[in-house]
């Protein structure tokens, strides 16, 4: 069964830092993984998605995402975050005929002025 | 496109009443869901939708909860009777699953239930 961790419960950054936010994943063969993001108040919405094709995947907002077969790791970067990107993270994962994603626990971002 | 929208978007009831939460999905979707956030479980997805056709109900914490999908445009989550253990944030996402891999799931902005 396909299953996805994230290891930081909340991460915290200044405004204009780059940020990463970490996802590992756990699949046998090439997964579908995905970033959401959850704004307070707000559904999930996807920040970008990797099926196949160049690791680096380029998504909304100024994120970018690389996958990495041999880590399985799908982390999520942004070179300089906006007070406007504090959120809630969602990294998720898909595969083996199944596709209905699986989603971590969630990453929550604080940016500070 | 209004986006799937669900409603009610606040919800308070007591503890025994039955509780019905809707969704409308975006229009040519056939894949609709139905998870249930909360601080301590996360994200959890309770049932899926096919082409309006149950998939996979084994979220579905027990038989108090029920969900139905009477046509292409419209669905709903029942709890009868609610426990204050259902408090939660109750989102609705659809989808278009034509079997070449999972597509995006457009989300709706939830139901906060507070079950007292």
């Known amino acids: 069964a396909q299953s996805v961790t994230q290891p930081d419960i909340h991460i915290t950054v200044s405004e204009g830092a780059s940020l990463e936010l970490r996802c590992n994943y756990s699949?046998?063969?090439?997964?579908?993984l995905f970033w959401y993001v959850q704004s307070p108040g707000q559904g999930l919405q996807l920040l970008l998605k990797?099926?196949?094709?160049?690791?680096l995947v380029q998504g909304i907002k100024g994120f970018e995402a690389e996958f990495k077969r041999s880590q399985s790791s799908f982390n999520l970067r942004k070179p300089s975050v906006h007070w406007s990107d504090a959120a809630e993270y969602f990294c998720?994962?898909?595969?083996?005929?199944?596709?209905?994603?699986?989603f971590g626990r969630g990453t929550s971002l604080i940016v500070h002025p | 496109d209004a986006g799937v929208i669900q409603s009610p978007r606040h919800e308070v009831t007591e503890m025994g009443q039955e509780v019905t939460l809707r969704c409308k999905p975006i229009?040519?979707?056939?894949?609709l869901f139905w998870y249930r956030q909360t601080m301590m479980r996360g994200l959890e997805l309770l049932i899926y939708?096919?082409?309006?056709?149950?998939?996979?109900d084994s979220g579905m914490p027990e038989d108090r909860f029920s969900a139905k999908m009477p046509n292409a445009s419209f669905s709903t989550l029942k709890i009868q009777p609610s426990e204050p253990r259902d408090s939660a944030v109750y989102f609705c996402?659809?989808?278009?699953?034509?079997?070449?891999?999972?597509?995006?799931?457009?989300f709706g902005p939830g139901t906060r239930l507070t079950v007292l």
């Open positions: 990797y099926f196949s094709g160049d690791t």
């Open positions: 996402a659809s989808s278009s699953l034509e079997g070449q891999g999972p597509d995006t799931q457009y």
């Open positions: 939708f096919n082409n309006n056709v149950p998939i996979d």
């Open positions: 998720a994962v898909a595969g083996g005929g199944s596709y209905i994603p699986t």
């Open positions: 229009s040519g979707h056939n894949s």
């Open positions: 699949y046998g063969a090439t997964p579908y």
